[in-house]
Each structure stands twice: as C-alpha cells, then as structure tokens.
C-alpha cells in the first residue's frame, strides 16, 4: 500500500472577482476602499489546489490535508464557512494581511513558519501545494519563497496534472508557452507544486464534511499567531485604475452579412 | 548601476522574443548591460534555481531583468531569494531617473497599475512577454550561463502539446478570437447545437489564423458539448483565472463580457464583439464595437469571405 502523504495546502482569500476594486492609501501602504467589507473567496488557483490535495488524500489511504491560511482572522473565519463544506482538512491560520500589496517575502516567511510548527511533521511525506500566482498580488512567487523556506527543492510551477506511479515517484504537466505542457518525472518527496486549474471541477458543498470539518477550522483561528509585520518590501509610488472605459458603437440594425464584411476589413486592416 | 540581463534560449535553439525584449528592458535603464544566455532545454528548479542564483550573485548587478516565460518563472524567485535579492514580477514598465529604478506590475489580475520602487540590491525584475519592443539581435553580446545537469531527482521527459488535434493558442496571432458560452446555449429554435458552433470555430481559426480564447464557462461546459469542443480547455481560458494574452485585436463571440473575463482583455488593442444581448458586458465600454445579432450566422458569413 502506497505511504501515506502528508498535503499541505497554501491558500488565502481573495476579494470576490465580481466587486470593483478601488485602491486608497492608508498609513500602512496602499490599501483597497473598504477592503474588511469586500466579500471574498478563497483565491481560486489555491482553490484547486485544495480540491486536487483532497482527491489524492481520498486515494491515500491516511494521508491527511492541511489548508495553511495567512489573512485577517475576522475574514478567515467567515471565507471558512464557504470552504469547509467542499473538502476534509485541517487549518492552520496565521493572522495577518492578505491583500495584493502585502509582501511575499513576508507572507511566504509566515506561512512557512506555521507550516515547521505543525507537530510531527515528516518532511519525507510532504507534498506542498498553492496556487501558481494569486489572484490578489498576481506575483507567482509566494509558492517558491515557502518552498526555499522549508528547504524544498523539487519545484513546478503552473501544473495541470499530477500523477503517483508509485510509492513516492510521480509525473506533472506544468503549462509553458504556446499551450504547450512540460511533462516531468520525480523521484521522491518533498516536493512543491504551484497549481494552475488542474482538472477537477468546484466540489458541491457536503454539510457534514463542513460539520465534521468546523470544530477544528475554530480551535485553529482562536489560537492563530499574528504574522510578524513585514520589513523591507516594495515602496509604492502611486496604485491607479487606469481608465479603459471605451466609446462602444452598439450595431443592432446591421444584417448578418454586412457584419460579417465589416469584421473581414478590419480583420485584414 | 550594473545590469545584468539573464535570458534563454528556445526548444529551437533560437533566442524568443521574450528574450529580446528583456534585453531591450535592461538596455533602456541605460547602465552597464551584461547578458547571459542560461543553458540547457531541459528545464528543472533544482538545476536552474543554484545557475541563477549564482549568475547574480559573481555579477555584482544591481538591476538584473529576465523574461517571464515559463522557465524562468519555474526557478527565479528561488534563485532571487538564495541570492539575496528582491523580486518582482510580471513588469510592464520600467523608467530609471535621478530618483532611480521605478517598475510597473499589475495588482488584483490587471485591475490595479502599481509603480513602485525598493531599496534593497540585487533587484530582480522579470518582465512580461510584449511590454518591451524586441531588442535588435546585434545590439548586445552574450555569454553563456550553463546550468549543469546535477543529478536530480526530477527529469524532464519533454514537451506534450495540449490539444492533440489543433495548436489553437498562438501567442504571436495578430487576432484573439475569444469563444463564450453561448456557442453551447440553446438557439433560437430551442436546440442547442454545439457540432456546429466547434465546426465554424475551427473553420474560422483555420482560415484567420487567430488565436482562440475562451471564456471560463465555455471551458467547464456541460457534458453534451464536450465531445465536440475536445479542442479547448482551460489553457484557453482568458480572465480573472485564465491567461492575459496581449494581441492587436480580439473579437470576442458569445461571451457576456462580465468582469472576471473581461480583466483579462487589459493587453488587447482594438476590441469587438458579438452578442444576442444589447446589454452584455462589452456594452458597457468594455468593447470598441458590439454587433448585436447572432454568432453562428456572423461567423459563417465571414468564414465564407475569408476562404474567398
Ligand atoms: C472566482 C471567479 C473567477 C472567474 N474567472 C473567470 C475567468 O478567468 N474567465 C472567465 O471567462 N470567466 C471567469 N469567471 C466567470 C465569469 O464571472 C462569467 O461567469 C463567465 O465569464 C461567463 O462566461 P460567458 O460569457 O461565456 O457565458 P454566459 O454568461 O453564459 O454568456 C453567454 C453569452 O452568449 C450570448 N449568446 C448566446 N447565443 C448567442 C448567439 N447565437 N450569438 C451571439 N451571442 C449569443 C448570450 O447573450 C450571453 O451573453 C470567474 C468567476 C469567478 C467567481
């Protein structure tokens, strides 16, 4: 029976893609207008990540799944009544920000520190997940800071699938360019994989895996340290939305033929 | 200020243009530019992660700029981070003046432009594929930087083409063609007619040459589609969770143009759609034109023209 593997899944909130974002400063930094109130998601590259770690576990028997979050407490605990229904874990939170100006560095040295607190945790079973890039600071780096941090050397990036052979040797695609897949063979964990979309479709919510999943998503916020505040970082000069707003010409008298001419010229302008 | 401009080489043996544009990068901070040509077209982490950090550190650089392509995403951060430096990814804009080194990048998936600036040194900058126009070949001179095969615990086995049928995303196209969700949505007479919707897609890529996006629910469509659209897959997803593909012109067929998809339109030029619903997304100044009508008979009508 192959060994059990031990998941550990970076991921964070994220502002629901739906709302407008408008940047305001604050003494802090760059800050978005009414950032608590915003409702957010779970940042969706990490999303997949966390419903890919659950598949594998499902196919491990006693392998065991970690979401390991940095964010503000207050939001963590509201995202967490989305996300516990859709996958069996554990959490471990870090309080802190979690926006798109935050530093990587940081968030990266933090999530790395809960992630060498956990007890017992044997390297030689690790397989660290997150997103391949946020959907906030959009950077694709935060994964490789943690895993540099934990002394990871096995890295991919962007990655569609990954395939067990056997005990602790496995495949992955991770996309390059033109829509084109590397495909790369490991031998031996740890290893850490930045997810792209990856090929399983939003789990529906299971009321009792949330139940099951609750009591300790709560044990871990009440005892979640406060992040150390960031050193350094990027200064930023000016954060602007740039106006992109078009005049659009609306069509609604032109046939189907006279449409089709006028893309064809334009086409080959 | 020292400048060292680190870029690759393609599977072809060719310098990319992703490569020369951030050679173009590094030359227009004005310093003292070297260039290194990091080896080898087998990419692993553990090989390229200890050349690059090393590259940076014996350089002695202050700015050092690389290319956003796919190999250097997969290793640099790390290298940045056992070398010392700061990182920042995905610039699309650089200025150097009496104040310094100022870049651009995009917060929130091209919903916020942040300038920002660092004090630390090294700084690594790795820049977008098509913010920099390509520097000519003959402008710079290039040493090697090997990265030696180590024995490592990964090997790269090489390199599967998504779609087996079709290359459909073509990065240096000067049309993205996006397909929505409408293409698999019941018509008019009440059916839905998803064979036809792949058949005039294919025939339009065939005969434009454009590059296909989509949007994100055409790409998680139902099962009854998905035989015809084997075509397509997440890879062509634009958007929010999808790629930012930077083309000249995009024409964008059943797609309601909602925000999450539409962020990911920030790179193209000229814009148009068409679309049943006068009121969809592109209508809200997100489109240059919208034609209000139907895709399926738009787009058979130009492919006839195309094909002449
Ligand atoms: C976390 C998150 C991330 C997301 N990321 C992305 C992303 O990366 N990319 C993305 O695309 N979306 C993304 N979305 C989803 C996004 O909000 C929209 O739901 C999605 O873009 C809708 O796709 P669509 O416009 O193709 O489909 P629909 O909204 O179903 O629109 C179909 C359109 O087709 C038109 N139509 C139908 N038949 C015809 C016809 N014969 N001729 C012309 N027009 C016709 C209809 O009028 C309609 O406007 C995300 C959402 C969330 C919550």
């Known amino acids: ?62 392998s065991q799944v970690t979401l390991v979050s940095m964010g503000p407490a207050a939001k963590l605990r509201q995202l967490m009544m989305t996300v516990a229904p859709k996958a069996t ?50 950077a694709g780096v935060t994964m490789q800071f943690v895993a540099e941090e934990l002394g990871i050397q096995e890295f991919f990036q962007a990655v569609d699938e990954l395939k067990f052979d056997g005990d602790d040797s496995f495949t992955v695609l991770e996309r390059i360019e033109g829509g084109s897949y590397l495909k790369s063979a490991c031998k031996g964990l740890p290893a850490a994989i930045g997810w792209a979309t990856g090929s399983l479709p939003e789990p529906p919510n299971n009321p009792r895996t949330g139940m099951m999943n609750m009591p300790k998503i709560m044990a871990a916020l009440a005892k979640a340290p406060a992040a150390a505040p960031a050193a350094g970082g990027a200064k930023f000069l000016k954060t602007e939305i740039p106006a992109s707003k078009r005049q659009t010409r609306i069509e609604k008298d032109m046939t189907e033929e006279e449409i089709a001419k006028e893309l064809a010229a334009w086409i080959a302008e | ?54 590259a940076i550190k014996s350089s002695g650089a202050e700015i050092v700029i690389a290319p956003g392509t796919s190999r250097i995403m997969r290793s640099m951060p790390a290298a940045a981070m056992r070398a010392g430096a ?9 200025s150097s003046g009496p104040g310094g080194v100022t870049a651009q990048r995009w917060a929130y998936r091209q919903r916020i432009l942040c300038t920002l600036a660092r004090d630390a040194r090294p700084w690594v900058l790795v820049v977008d594929g098509g913010a920099f126009a390509p520097a000519a070949p003959d402008s710079f001179q290039a040493e ?127 814009r148009r759609a068409v679309n049943l619903d006068a009121n969809c997304g592109w209508a809200q100044g997100k489109a240059d034109v919208l034609y209000v009508a139907d895709a399926f008979k738009v787009m058979s009508h130009l492919n006839r023209i195309l094909k002449g």
């Not at chain 1, 802090?28 to 770690?53: I, R, S, T």
Request: charged residues 15%.
């Open chain 2, 86 to 94: 700061e990182i920042d990814t995905h610039i699309t804009g650089l």
């Open chain 2, 144 to 270: 090697p930087l090997p990265a030696p095969a180590a024995a490592a615990r990964t090997e790269c086995l090489g390199v599967q083409t998504a779609a087996a049928d079709a290359q459909t995303i073509r990065p240096d196209a000067k049309l993205l063609f996006v397909a929505g969700a409408g293409w698999t949505k019941k018509q008019a007479d009440g059916a839905v007619h998803s064979a036809e919707a792949a058949a005039t897609i294919k025939e339009f890529l065939a005969a434009s040459g454009a590059s296909l996006g989509s949007s994100k629910s055409l790409v998680e469509m139902g099962d009854e589609s998905k035989a015809d659209f084997g075509f397509m897959s997440h890879m062509n997803q634009v958007g929010q969770t999808g790629a930012t593909p930077r083309h000249p012109k995009g024409l964008s067929t059943c797609c309601h143009g909602e925000e999450p998809h539409v962020v990911g339109w920030r790179f193209i030029g000229e």
């Open chain 1, 89 to 138: 874990f554990s959490l471990v939170a870090v309080n802190g920000p979690a926006g798109g100006f935050a530093d990587a560095r940081a968030t990266a040295a933090g999530l790395a520190k809960a992630i060498k607190a956990i007890p017992g945790l044997d390297m030689s079973s690790v397989l660290l997940f997150g997103g391949c890039s946020s959907a906030s600071r959009d």
């Open chain 2, 1 to 54: 200020m020292k400048i060292l401009a680190i870029v690759h080489k393609d599977s072809g043996g060719a310098l990319p243009k992703a490569a020369l544009e951030a050679v173009a990068a590094a030359q227009s901070l004005g310093g003292e530019l070297s260039v290194r040509i990091l080896s080898g077209d087998a990419p692993v982490h553990s090989i390229d992660v200890p050349a690059l950090a090393g």
């Open chain 1, 1 to 62: 029976m192959p060994k059990p593997l031990n998941i550990i899944v970076c991921g964070s909130l994220v502002p629901d893609p739906l709302q407008t974002l408008e940047p305001v400063e604050t003494p802090q930094g760059p800050a978005l207008k009414n950032e608590q109130m915003l409702p957010a998601v779970l940042d969706p590259w990490a999303a997949c990540a966390l419903y890919e770690a659950a598949h594998l576990a499902a196919s491990r028997p006693g």
